[in-house]
Nanobody
Framework: QVQLVESGGGLVQTGGSLRLSCVAS????????MGWYRQTPGKQRELVAT???????DYGDSVKGRFTISRDNAKKTVYLQMNSLKPEDTGGYYC?????????????????WGQGTQVTVSS
């Protein structure tokens, strides 16, 4: 079992900043990718940013140049620094971690999601 705990969401004014954190715990043998996705009512969950084991990153078009994703492998933690926030950034932000877990002496892939943290940007 792999658990994810997110923190850092909240209410901020347009142009403000927030930093999200997500800590992974449990029977983790290795982590391949860590990332953040965003969901608003009536819309599909969309990519915000991901970071791979080699530190390569991928960003959604709407956040490029404003958001920065980073990871601390020793702490099994992924961060999302969000600057120049806009009202359209409002939504639930969900952490996602993929890798391998050890189950009864064998390695298996896992794909875990956090409970989500709310970000609200006021105009």
């Amino acid at each position: 079992q792999v658990q994810l705990v997110e923190s850092g969401g909240g209410l901020v004014q347009t142009g403000g900043s927030l930093r999200l954190s997500c800590v992974a715990s449990g029977r983790i043998a290795s982590i391949r990718t860590m990332g953040w996705y965003r969901q608003t009512p009536g819309k599909q969950r969309e990519l915000v940013a991901t970071i791979a084991i080699d530190d390569s990153t991928d960003y959604g078009d709407s956040v490029k140049g404003r958001f920065t994703i980073s990871r601390d492998n020793a702490k099994k933690t992924v961060y999302l620094q969000m600057n120049s926030l806009k009202p359209e950034d409002t939504g639930g932000y969900y952490c996602n971690v993929r890798g391998k877990t050890l189950v009864q002496f064998s390695f298996r892939d896992f794909d875990s999601w956090g409970q989500g943290t709310q970000v609200t940007v006021s105009s």
